[in-house]
C-alpha cells in the first residue's frame, strides 16, 4: 500500500505517506442563499497538501459573498491598537477582546497590536505619537545662543572699562586724588577687575570637564583677591588716619607691607579651600535627562555642593568685614577716606549674591548659568562704579579739586566740623 500510486479522473494522484495516510484534499465552500431561498454550497477554494508550493491553500476572495455585505466580518472584538498603544486584555471577557492603552511617558511601540512599550534610550525621546525614538535635543549655555552671546559681548566690553582707568590712574599718579587713596592697592584692584568680567566667559559653551574643573575655581579666586584688596583698603584708610595722632604707635602697621600681607593671606585661605575642593570632589561634565521631558541638559555639576556655597561663603564673609569696617570709618577727613565708596560697593556687591542664592534654586538648565554669570557681572560693575567712578569723575571733569591745596582746605573743613559734634 505504501507503493500504491494512482490517478483519479480528476486529475489528482492518490498515494499514501509513510504512515499509511493520503494526502489531505480539502475544498472551501461558501454558504450561499439562492433566490429561491435555499442554501446551497458553492467551493471558493481549496486546500490540498500535495499541490505545489504557493498552491497549497487557495481561495478566491471575490466568490465569496458575506453575511455583513461587502464588509468582511472582524475575528475580534476589539479594534486593532495603533503604534503607540499596548493591548491590554479585558477582565471577564476572552482573549480577542482587549483595550488599547497608549504607552507611557518614556515608552514606544511601533507596530500594531503591540503586546508591550518599551524604553527608548537615554539620549532618545518618542516622538508624540510614542510610535518612534527620536534624538533628544541638547541644552546649555552656548556662544550661538543669543543670551550667551549677550553675556559674552557684555563680559568682553565691561573688561575695557577698569583697564581704561587703570591707564587714567597710572597718567595721573602724581596727583593729589589718587594718591590719598593708596595708589598702589588700586591698581592691583583695577587690575583683578578685568579678570573679574572675564572669568564669566568660562561659563558660556560647551560644558567639557576640563572647563567645569577651573570655571567655579577660577571665579572663586579672582573675587577673593579682589575682595581682600578692597578689605586691605579699607583697613588701610583706618590705620593711616590712627597714625597720624602723635602718640600713635600705629605708624609701623600703615605700611604697604601690612596691606599685601593681608591680601596674600586671605587669598591663601581661598586658595586651600579651593585646592581641597579640586581634589576631594571636582566638578564634572553632567549630563541632566530629568528635569526636561525630552531635552539633555548638559551642565557643569560642582562635585561637592558644600564646597561651593564654602566658598561663596567665604567671599560673603570678606566682603561683610569691609563693609563693617567702612561703615564704621565712614565720617574720617575726606582725604584719607574712601570709606563710604567701600560701604556701598560692598553693600551692593553683598545684595547682588544674596539674590543670585535666592534665584539659582528656582533657575533651570542654562538659566542656572546665565544667573551666575549675571550675578558676576553686576557684582563687579558694583565695585567698579562705587570704587572709581567719583575719582573719574573728577580726574576728568573737575581737575580744580584734584589738587593739594583744595584737598587739604576740604580736610581742615571736615576736622572741625567732626571736633563741633
Known amino acids: 500500500m505504501r507503493k500504491v500510486r494512482i490517478k483519479l479522473s480528476s486529475g489528482r494522484d492518490l498515494f499514501f505517506d509513510q504512515n499509511g495516510d493520503p494526502p489531505a484534499v480539502y475544498d472551501i465552500v461558501n454558504w ?42 472582524v475575528s475580534v472584538c476589539s479594534q486593532s491598537c495603533p503604534p503607540g498603544f499596548r493591548k491590554a486584555p479585558i477582565s471577564g471577557k476572552p482573549a480577542c477582546c482587549f483595550k488599547c492603552i ?71 599718579r602724581t596727583t593729589p586724588i589718587v594718591k590719598a587713596n593708596n595708589y598702589s592697592l588700586s591698581c592691583l584692584l583695577l587690575l583683578c577687575l578685568p579678570l573679574c568680567f572675564l572669568c564669566s566667559l568660562a561659563f558660556v559653551g560647551f560644558p567639557q570637564p576640563e572647563k567645569c574643573l ?3 575655581a577660577a571665579f572663586g579666586l579672582v573675587f577673593a583677591l579682589c575682595v581682600s584688596c578692597i578689605l586691605a583698603k579699607t583697613i588701610m584708610v583706618v590705620l593711616a588716619f590712627m597714625a597720624t595722632k602723635p602718640v600713635s604707635k600705629l605708624r609701623r602697621w600703615a605700611s604697604p607691607l601690612v596691606s599685601y600681607m593681608i591680601i596674600s593671606l586671605c587669598f591663601l585661605l581661598q586658595f586651600l579651600l579651593c585646592t581641597v ?22 551642565q557643569c555639576n560642582n562635585g561637592s555642593t558644600a ?60 538659566y542656572t548659568v546665565a544667573t551666575e554669570i549675571f550675578a558676576i557681572l553686576s557684582s563687579s560693575w558694583a565695585l567698579v562704579v562705587c570704587m572709581f567712578a567719583s575719582k573719574c569723575y573728577i580726574i576728568l571733569f573737575r581737575p580744580l579739586l584734584n589738587s593739594k591745596k583744595s584737598l587739604m582746605k576740604n580736610d581742615s573743613r571736615n576736622i572741625k566740623s567732626k571736633y563741633k559734634t
Not at 44 to 60: E, M
Not at 125 to 146: H, M, R, V
Not at 277 to 298: F, H, M, R
Open 307 to 366: 564646597a561651593f556655597w564654602s566658598m561663596l561663603g567665604y567671599l560673603g564673609l570678606l566682603a561683610t568685614i569691609s563693609f563693617i569696617v567702612a561703615f564704621l570709618s565712614r565720617g574720617l577727613p575726606d582725604t584719607f577716606n574712601e570709606a563710604k565708596y567701600i560701604t556701598f560697593s560692598m553693600l551692593a556687591f553683598l545684595s547682588v549674591w544674596a539674590s543670585y542664592t535666592l534665584a539659582s534654586f528656582s533657575a533651570q538648565g542654562k
Open 277 to 298: 575642593w579640586l581634589l576631594k570632589a571636582p566638578p564634572y561634565t553632567e549630563y541632566d535627562t530629568q528635569t526636561k521631558p525630552g531635552l539633555i541638559i548638559v
Open 214 to 216: 577651573l570655571c567655579q
Open 102 to 172: 497608549p504607552c507611557p511617558q518614556g515608552e514606544i511601540s511601533n507596530h500594531t497590536d503591540s503586546i508591550d512599550c518599551f524604553k527608548c534610550s537615554w539620549e532618545e525621546w518618542p516622538n508624540l505619537q510614542n510610535s518612534k525614538c527620536i534624538q533628544k535635543g541638547i541644552e546649555y549655555l552656548s556662544y550661538e545662543d543669543p543670551l550667551g552671546a549677550t553675556l559674552a559681548a557684555i563680559s568682553i566690553l565691561s573688561s575695557l572699562v577698569p583697564v581704561f582707568i587703570l591707564r587714567l590712574f597710572i597718567k595721573h
Open 32 to 73: 450561499k442563499l439562492s433566490p429561491e431561498g435555499t442554501i446551497k454550497q458553492v467551493k471558493v477554494g481549496s486546500y490540498d497538501t500535495a499541490a505545489s508550493f504557493g498552491q497549497v491553500f487557495t481561495v478566491n476572495t471575490s466568490a465569496i459573498v458575506w453575511a455583513t455585505g461587502d464588509q468582511v466580518p
